[in-house]
């Protein structure tokens, strides 16, 4: 009893701290409503078996471990709002393990607690991101073990790699560091592990080299799309989001003042890690760098904060690997983290606030309607892309919708698919059609309206999709 009251007391900030931010991040995450790329997943989970699962995550642009987690979920039932759960699980873990291991003070612990990311875009946003972070955590907390435990390295550089796509750079120069230290200091590392994650990241580079079919996803020689407009963007979403809700007659400069703050950003911090670890470096600079790279050729679908957002978490990591390893920290170094995350800060609230105010997704509402107000066994049409419909489909799994672009009962969008037909045809048993706002109906005569979801004045950063349900005449 006495050892656990020395805890509480030890540990009262951040006891704390991590209790406001689940308070909040529940609060906020029973607003949410799951838009169609947290649907996307889903959907593809439920509808298909392991094989074309694996078949379709080479076009996703991401690795199987979201899909392997989503498994058993779906296919024993659960509602799709145990995708937020299970998001929310991942990053209360990294929250715990930065509050009470991480070698932060207690304001950086807060600032990284209430960043955009962590505090909102990561748990309440189901999607592969929320894995991230406590990948990352593991593997900077247990990274001055790495010769004694080169296993469990291993294992968790394999984690990360499993994330998502922009993180296979962090994990190539790990291990390429992990294996030239162990020759350079005639370190005795066993083989075995070495070969495991030769072959892994083998069958990384197969699965997603020579990507097949028509996909915007990972798009093989994207170089007809300018590379610095696309850096623009990233840049644009990770500092001067929060600046134009604030002041919005400054949108139209908006990319000049990216560029003045993101250039000075970077080579500080990489100037401060040059100056007091080439190691840190070394991992920083190509980190970023292979970030961009893919950013701008290879995987380009438009851009997130959740993927803006991996910036702040790979100088969390190196300024976690930097303060572990030095007990004299750069002023400037700390300045510049500080002020980065103080940024993200500037956007929970409003990302928030329109959260629960707003719906980020018209999908459960037409769902909801359905279920009300019309028979089960109605046939609906989906006109065009069924990405768009996903957030329907995964709140209503036993209805199917005809989709008009594939011709046939679909509720996902395979970017690997050669058989669009285009030819708009309609069962003939259909009673309803589903028609995303994005969507440009010519002949309107064929459909008498009956609802549509609600569509509030906002930013497309908040809200998603809008979506009207027709009668077929």
Known sequence: MQRIKQFLVFNRFNLLLLILWLIVVLFTMFHHEIWRDEAQAWCIVRDLNFIDIYRAARTEGHPLLWYLILYPFVKLGFPVEIMQVISLFFVFISIMFLLFKSPFNKFEKSIICFSAGMFYYLPVVARNYSMIPVSLFLLAYFYPNRNKHPFFYILLIILLSQTHIYMLGLCVILFGLFIFESVKNKIGTNVK??????????????????????????????????????????????????????????????????????????????????????????????????????????????????????????????????????????????????LLFII??????????????????????????????????????????????????????????????????????????????NKREFPSNAEYSIIHEDIQIINKDIFDFKYKSSKKNLSSNTQREVFAIYSLK
């Open 193 to 338: 592990p070495l070969v495991i994650i030769s072959v892994y990241f083998l069958f990384m580079f197969l699965m997603f080299i020579n990507t097949p079919g028509e996909n915007y996803a990972l798009v093989p020689g994207v170089n007809n799309i300018i590379p610095f407009k696309n850096l623009i963007i990233l840049i644009s979403t990770v500092f001067i989001f929060p600046l134009m809700n604030l002041l919005v007659p400054l949108q139209k400069y908006s990319d000049f003042i990216s560029l003045v703050l993101l250039i000075p950003f970077l080579l500080i911090i990489t100037y401060c890690f040059f100056k007091s670890d080439k190691k840190l470096f070394l991992i920083f600079s190509f980190s970023i760098g292979f970030m961009l790279f893919v950013f701008t050729k290879v995987y380009f679908n438009g851009i997130l904060y959740q993927k803006s957002f991996l910036i702040f978490l790979v100088v969390l990591f190196c300024y976690w690997l930097y303060k572990q390893e030095n007990k004299q920290v750069s002023k400037l170094l700390a300045f510049s983290f500080n």
């Open 344 to 421: 993200s800060m500037i956007i929970s609230p409003i990302v928030i606030s329109q959260e629960i105010k707003y719906n980020f997704s018209g999908g459960k509402e037409i769902a909801q309607y359905i279920k009300n107000n019309l028979d089960k066994e109605d046939v609906f049409i989906a006109i065009g892309n069924p990405y768009l419909y996903s957030p329907i489909s995964a709140y209503l799994p036993n209805k199917k919708f005809y989709n008009t672009l594939f011709s046939n009962y679909i509720s996902y969008y395979s970017y690997a698919s050669q058989n669009k037909s």
